[in-house]
């Protein structure tokens, strides 16, 4: 008796329930065209919340089943009864059996392939038995996106993310594709590509369904206030002894890009010179706001270098700070730029600040006002340390930047309790994405710190500050993990990202050892925003730089002399604008951007970097590669030891390698010696070896290779001389 009353009382309100829900979740439904279920169908949706099916099954055909997790059955049974469904036990093999035949009769099904409902906020494990279903059914696979239920009440993320009853929901239908069937592979195996390909189809369509067609960055953060909450504190300023919430950075910036503009009076592009400090970020999202683009400048690259920079950008003004320029030695580089453009000074921007300003900047706070969104507006310059004579500037678009932090959401699972190290220089890609924006706009603290090189510092500040994730180079990660206690990183460390340079294996080795940790090594150029793969905590592969993320195509260009690989040319939502060219001005990108990295890619999609194109040496007609030339000879140098080799012209084989090196005991005799017992060519062996007490690395932490080609091509000159 008491079961009929409850269901007819549900009859009775399903009518108004469906209307009222849709419009208490602010539901949008995208790409509804794509859900043709007259053939054999199964619908895929990622799974962020017990509410998922609820609100599917408000807008699917009343045809559509559903698979229910006999739990889940057994605690909604009386929702169930006004739905199509079947009741699964997920640890019964039998289970996708039954799925299979409800497929193969026809019936449209919809199956959430990660099997339970994330605990991360990203994407759980895509489980085996879909792929079976797929292969075995050939129906048509229709993944769904669904964005925003993980806020919900319901989801499983609290303590994670900032949870409330209704937030705003966008489900989206990507289009159907089917997987195909290999007869000349293993079954076994056909079912692990088949389960691939769908993760990696759901992937891609939940990265489309999050992607935008033009955006500016000062209005993401706007949104990522609203959803995280005005009061989070998401910037700690370790040096400038500052802390900022969400409130206190929008108000911030809406009273600086206040004062900044009667002072810019629309000049397109400014330069930028700072440090990794809180009034860098404001600055530069105080121009976002204005719609002007900030030149990124590296401050490590020399007084000409930075000079020749603002050239290429057409600046007319550099906004920096006297405490920056006293503390980083800079007076020599202003001096000589204050002759050609104009300085604007943090310092005294703040002092004219009146009361006034700080009114303006309170009432735009309380509009929620915005900044430009088009073309012509949202970019951002950042220069490359390529062996050309001038810097060349590396345009990025905000919606660059933005695909790219959601490539890497997509794929890695950050949430709102993270904590991340923002040492990393932000004239650099690693240290402007995935150091700075991506916390910010991802609900996330960012602990800034303004000099990676601190080797001592930084594990202090990981362990005093429960940093959860850490990005730096193998060179950084080397140093750190020499200098640290090992419960400093142990202690709250979750991801460690390695880029900008091969990671090492004796580097890799230490943090295991040490401290349990294993370093996810990434790969990526400035002009990808950067992240063009990488490994993650689910497919990882030691050796490699992991997958291509979500959204990028590839093709492999074929190089002389190497027989397995090529040039890895790249395309997706975050390859850059194009160049801007010192004396030419911009030079747009072409539809395939060439990384200039001879690569190879395995069977199962992982990524392994041979070499640069222009790093080979011609010896006697063959190529030898110089970064395995550095790898073979890393083995037979002291651990702590760092080498660079570099090609010089000779006379009789047209090249030969010159080995610069910081162990002061290697012997060239001892080093053929060695090669020759583990088998390596002598092709492999430098003609010679040159000590230096360090080697130059760049303000990212890589080798500065234009450096020692300079200095080798100078002591061959200078030997020249001498023999003369």
Known sequence: MMKWLVVTLLKLLLPLLRPALMAGFRVKVKGLTHLIITEKTVLIPNHVSLLDAVLLAFILPSEVAFVVNTKIAQRFAWLLLFRAHIAVDPLNPYSVRTMLKTVQSGIPLVIFPEGRITTTGGMMKVYGGIGYIALRSQARMLPIAINGLEHSKLSYLRGKLKQIWFPAVSITFGEAFQVPVREELSRRIQKEQATETIRSHMQNHLLASRMKPELNLFNELLIAAKKHGSTTVIIEDIVGNA????????????????????????????????????????TLFSLFRLGVTPAIMNYSAGKQAMLDACETASVKTIITSRAFIEKANLSDFIQSASEIFTIIYLEDVKQSIAFSHK???????????????????????????????????????????????????????????????GAMPMFHSFGLTAGTMLPILSGMKVVLYPNPLHYKVIPELVYDRNITILFGTSTFLSAYARTAHPYDFAHSLKYVVAGAEKLKDEVRQMWADKFGIRVLEGYGTTETAPVISLNTPMNNK?????????????????????????????????????????????????EWYSCGDVVHLDERGYLTIQARVQSFAKIGGEKVSLPMVEELLAACLPAQSMCAAISVPEPRKGERIVLYHTSRDAQLQQIRESMKQQGHPAIYVPSELRYVERLPLLGSGKVDYVTIKRMAMQDEEQSKGSDL
Request: overall charge positive; hydrophobic content about 45%.
């Open 359 to 421: 009114w303006a900047g309170v009432l735009d706070y309380m509009r929620k006002a915005k900044g430009p969104v088009g073309a012509e507006w949202n970019e951002v310059v950042l220069f490359t340390s390529g062996s050309e004579s001038k810097p060349k500037g590396v345009v990025l678009t905000h919606r660059n930047i933005y695909a790219n932090i959601q490539q890497a959401k997509v794929v890695i699972a950050f949430n709102a309790a993270d904590i991340v190290l």
């Open 542 to 590: 030691k050796g490699t730089v992991g997958r291509l993320l979500p959204g990028m195509q590839y093709r492999l260009e074929k190089v002389e002399g190497i027989a397995l690989g090529g040039n890895l040319l790249v395309k997706g939502p975050n390859v850059m604008k194009g160049y801007l060219i010192h004396g030419q001005g911009f030079v747009p990108c072409p």
């Open 243 to 282: 802390t900022l919430t969400y409130r206190k950075l929008l108000l911030t910036t809406y009273t600086m890009a206040g004062r900044l503009k009667a002072l810019l009076r629309a000049q397109k592009r400014v330069a930028v010179l700072l440090p990794n400090a809180a009034a860098n970020v404001v």
